[in-house]
T-cell receptor
């Protein structure tokens, strides 16, 4: 069963505006971690932000913030003041305890963000 | 060098060739991973190594053979591949401490493989 869902295959945003990238997840565990990665055309996956399931505050890292709604099982990424360099693929990922007690990082299908000048 | 380094960046190989992908991390991490990223598909975890021991093989065909000689190096040996194996192969590493979930992965830039 798919555990991470990103429903927006592609998004446009005007430079300097804010944009929200959606992510919902499914887990029966109480303890889990949520991550967002950025993948530019070069291919490298760049870590952006982390939210733990027990964290009471929404995570923030510079222009990135994570809108964590635990009851709704959503972890949307908000990018403020978009820049042209933000154009990339964005992946939501989750790490929880698997049936075999491993702690794999599972990714969603990604959202391609294009920032317009 | 720091981070995770993958070589080569690009590789074109015939279906009868044998080649190897290399991954090296200088972060002191104890776990390493191979992921496959095909067009329009989520990243697929292929192999997991913890302390040099393979702990995960996600039903990967035997034409992909991983090797982890030490905790800093990871190889993916390729032989008799198919055109559908063409993809971006990403290596990642992490510092796993039994049950702590806030350790994300550090990724390399990937090897873009084309099988002809």
């Amino acid at each position: 069963a798919q555990k991470i869902t990103q429903t927006q295959p592609g998004m446009f945003v005007q430079e300097k505006e804010a944009v929200t990238l959606d992510c919902t997840y499914d887990t029966s565990d109480q303890s889990y971690g949520l991550f967002w990665y950025k993948q530019p055309s070069s291919g490298e996956m760049i870590f952006l932000i982390y939210q733990g399931s027990y964290d009471e505050q929404n995570a923030t890292e510079g222009r990135y913030s994570l809108n964590f709604q635990k009851a709704r099982k959503s972890a949307n990424l908000v990018i403020s003041a978009s820049q042209l360099g933000d154009s990339a693929m964005y992946f939501c990922a989750m790490r929880d305890v698997e049936e075999d007690s491993s702690y794999k990082l599972i990714f969603g299908s990604g959202t391609r963000l294009l920032v317009r000048p | 060098e720091t981070g995770v380094t993958q070589t080569p960046r690009h590789l074109v190989m015939g279906m009868t060739n044998k080649k190897s992908l290399k991954c090296e991390q200088h972060l002191g991490h104890n776990a390493m991973y191979w992921y496959k990223q095909s067009a329009k598909k989520p990243l697929e975890l292929m192999f997991v190594y913890n302390f040099k021991e393979q702990t995960e093989n996600n039903s990967v065909p035997s034409r992909f053979s991983p090797e982890c000689p030490n905790s800093s190096h990871l190889f993916l040996h390729l032989h008799t591949l198919q055109p559908e194996d063409s993809a971006l192969y990403l290596c990642a590493s992490s510092q796993d401490r039994g049950g702590i979930l806030n350790y994300g992965y550090t990724f390399g830039s990937g090897t873009r493989l084309t099988v002809v």
